[in-house]
């Protein structure tokens, strides 16, 4: 079984917050599986271990770009936050997002061969990148960038640098930059509830299945009724359900009126969102997270042997 380490303890804690002895039996239990361990923890403290499980590591920028009906969202990663607030470094993400809306550019690498000129670096959007790099000093890449182009008009929101957000939509353009604002602080996954990835689905269902069986097994050892199958298989349905209205962009309670819906909100708005795409810094990264202490015993055998 894999050695479950303190950082591996104290990564689970920072996903969940949960109690640092429960992550280190969730790890124990998952034999090391940090993924595991969350819905191990999701099942045995519900959505107390859930709250914390959107942060991310990894450093950088999210930047847009809308002309003409035309637009881009893009993400670039650098090693730490100081570099965010480079002036070359943000000026290199605006000028990226540009270049994605005015050119299609199949993936980064075409991209990349794009001509641009900046800080005495060029031809290139690469050779600019590669110079920033040198100059700076720290690395930094084009993770993924999308562009916009069709008969939906276009409105995009900003949470600092590190939350993007670009709706599609026909209608009141006021309605649609609060949506936007909207799906920056909810996270919707999809426009409505049938949207819904069915691996989301499956795994919200298995978590609630898992969490009725703990329940039960509670109550049997404490001598108390076990709930009827029928009553577990509608609970189980519900919390399912719950999930999909909590997911689905049309369902969620409006942020700025939780009296509505967000769908109730642009009916009254007589406007239409086809779709949204959201880009948070560093989803989906795992940092690196240097291990101090093990580097200095690693120095310390390192000098014992050449000594």
């Known amino acids: 079984m894999a050695a479950i380490t303190a950082s591996m303890v104290a990564e689970l804690r920072g996903k969940t917050d949960a109690p640092m002895m429960e ?30 499980a959107a942060r991310v590591t990894a450093e950088g920028v999210v930047a847009t770009s809308i002309a003409n009906g035309v637009g881009a969202l893009i993400e670039v990663n650098c090693e730490t936050d100081f570099v965010t607030k480079n002036d070359s470094f943000l000026a290199l993400a605006n000028t990226a997002a540009a270049l994605v809306a005015e050119h299609n550019p199949a993936d980064v690498a075409a991209l990349g061969a794009l001509a641009y000129e900046q800080d005495g670096f060029g031809p290139t959007l690469e050779d600019v990148r590669k110079g ?62 049938d949207q819904v990835p069915a691996d989301l689905v499956e795994r919200e269902r298995s978590v609630a299945a898992a969490k009725a069986a703990e329940d039960a097994a509670v109550a049997t050892a404490a001598g108390k009724p076990v709930q009827s199958a029928e009553i577990v ?32 909100m642009l009916k009254a708005a007589s406007t239409t969102v086809k779709g949204f795409t959201l880009y948070v810094v560093g989803e989906g990264i795992e940092k690196k997270v240097d291990d101090f202490a093990a580097e200095v015993a690693a120095q310390v055998a390192a000098a014992k042997q050449s000594a």
């Open 233 to 264: 298989a509608k609970r189980i349905e519900g919390g399912v359900q719950k999930f999909l209205k909590e997911v689905s962009l049309f369902n969620q309670p409006f942020v700025k009126n939780d009296k509505q819906t967000v769908e109730q």
């Open 23 to 52: 992550c280190k039996k969730a790890l124990t239990e998952a034999e090391g599986d940090m993924a595991k361990a969350e819905e191990i923890l999701r099942v045995k403290l519900g959505s107390k271990a859930g709250k914390a």
């Open 132 to 193: 920033l790099i040198g100059k700076i000093g720290e690395n930094m890449t084009f993770r993924r960038f999308q562009r916009f182009a069709g008969s939906s008009k276009l409105a995009a929101y900003l949470h600092g640098t590190r939350i993007g957000v670009v709706v599609e939509f026909d209608g009141d353009e006021a309605a649609a930059k609060d949506v936007a604002m909207h799906v920056a602080a909810m996270k919707p996954v999809s426009l409505s509830a």
